[in-house]
């Protein structure tokens, strides 16, 4: 079993749609969570940290569900831009600063 | 302007060839890493370090070489032990705020064997 799992889709939704990708890991000592975003031929850039409070920026909002060991990634109000794949990584915060990273899950968003 | 350089953007080795490829960062982070990525897959930490001359191997390690002279600089050696080495090649730097160690990422290099 992976540490870090997600379905990898592809999702396709219109735009406008709501869409919610979850992320399961299995070393209940992880730390901190994040959602990361990778266009095509891209590297990845940081699209939001997923608190235990849960935390929202504008269309998208992440939580974590540490007794189930998931996070989830929601987005509202689809935009065409927002086609792309999303990475689920996992820190154990320890001296290491290892992250783990999920395969992704591709979110093409069409017209 | 502050951020992650990686070069070449794209890198061609022949067989039998070492190859290195370059990471800088002016960002002034202690940590930097390096991660392979192949088609549809995720990302697979090469080596990493968490201090000027000092680096640890990650899950992949096998055919690559680093070297931390500096804290800017994290190069990465492709030996010829690596007998598939055509991937796409991010390095990454880290910060860390209390328990938060968040990680940004240069442009990549992809690397090709002809």
């Not at chain 1, 735009?15 to 890991?25: D, L, M, R």
């Not at chain 1, 929202?56 to 929601?74: C, H, K, M, P, V």
């Not at chain 2, 090469?46 to 690559?64: H, L, M, R, T």
Request: proline letters at 4%.
């Amino acid at each position: 079993r992976k540490e870090v799992e997600q379905d990898p889709g592809p999702f396709n939704v219109p735009e406008g749609a709501t869409v919610a990708f979850n992320c399961t890991y299995s070393n209940s000592a992880s730390q901190s969570f994040f959602w990361y975003r990778q266009d095509c031929r891209k590297e990845p850039k940081l699209l939001m940290s997923v608190y235990s409070s849960g935390n929202e920026d504008g269309r998208f909002t992440a939580q974590l569900n540490r007794a189930s060991q998931y996070i989830s990634l929601l987005i509202r109000d689809s935009k065409l831009s927002d086609s792309a794949t999303y990475l689920c990584v996992v820190n154990l915060n320890t001296n290491a600063g290892k992250s783990t990273f999920g395969d992704g899950t591709t979110l093409t968003v069409k017209p | 302007d502050g951020g992650i350089t990686q070069s070449p953007k794209y890198l061609f080795r022949k067989e039998g060839q070492n190859v290195t490829l370059s990471c800088e960062q002016n960002l002034n982070h202690d940590a930097m890493y390096w991660y392979r990525q192949d088609p549809g897959q995720g990302l697979r930490l090469i080596y990493y370090s968490q201090i000027v001359n000092d680096f640890q191997k990650g899950d992949i390690a096998e055919g690559y070489s680093v070297s931390r002279e500096k804290k800017e600089s994290f190069p990465l050696t492709v030996t010829s032990a690596q007998k598939n080495p055509t991937a796409f090649y991010l390095c990454a730097s880290s910060t860390r705020q209390g328990v938060q160690e968040t990680q940004y990422f240069g442009p990549g290099t992809r690397l090709l064997v002809l």
